[in-house]
């Protein structure tokens, strides 16, 4: 059974960066695709990253540029590396791993990640 724990949020400043950690235990997830999703705050859940098993990365277009995928495959952790941080970014944000999909990973379906972690709050605000 796979759990995944996210880390790393916060408050910051626009401008500011962080660093968002999920560590997967129970299985390689990072062996499949994996993701980061937001849910801002009366909105509905959206995709911003993804990986695949071969580290191809994919992103939202709100985040090109700024954000960072990447994983660790010995640790089986996934990172998301988050600069020049805007207020819009303010989210909960959650990874998810889709542990029927190796490659080619639809970060635009989140139905299909079934494994979600619990969360972690982002805040971008002066």
């Known amino acids: 059974q796979v759990q995944l724990v996210e880390s790393g949020g916060g408050s910051v400043q626009p401008g500011g960066s962080l660093l968002l950690s999920c560590e997967a235990s129970?299985?390689?997830?990072?062996?499949?695709?994996m993701g980061w999703f937001r849910q801002r705050p009366g909105k509905e859940r959206e995709g911003v990253a993804s990986?695949?098993?071969?580290?191809?990365?994919a992103y939202a277009d709100f985040v090109k540029g700024r954000f960072a995928i990447s994983k660790d495959n010995a640790k089986n952790t996934l990172y998301l590396q988050m600069n020049i941080l805007k207020p819009e970014d303010t989210a909960v944000y959650y990874c998810?791993?889709?542990?029927?999909?190796?490659?080619?990973?639809?970060?635009?379906?989140?139905?299909?990640?079934?494994?979600w972690g619990q969360g972690t709050q982002v805040t971008v605000s002066s």
């Open positions: 998810a791993a889709d542990l029927l999909r190796e490659l080619h990973c639809r970060l635009e379906w989140a139905y299909l990640f079934g494994k």
């Open positions: 129970g299985a390689a997830a990072t062996g499949h695709c």
């Open positions: 990986i695949d098993r071969d580290g191809n990365t």
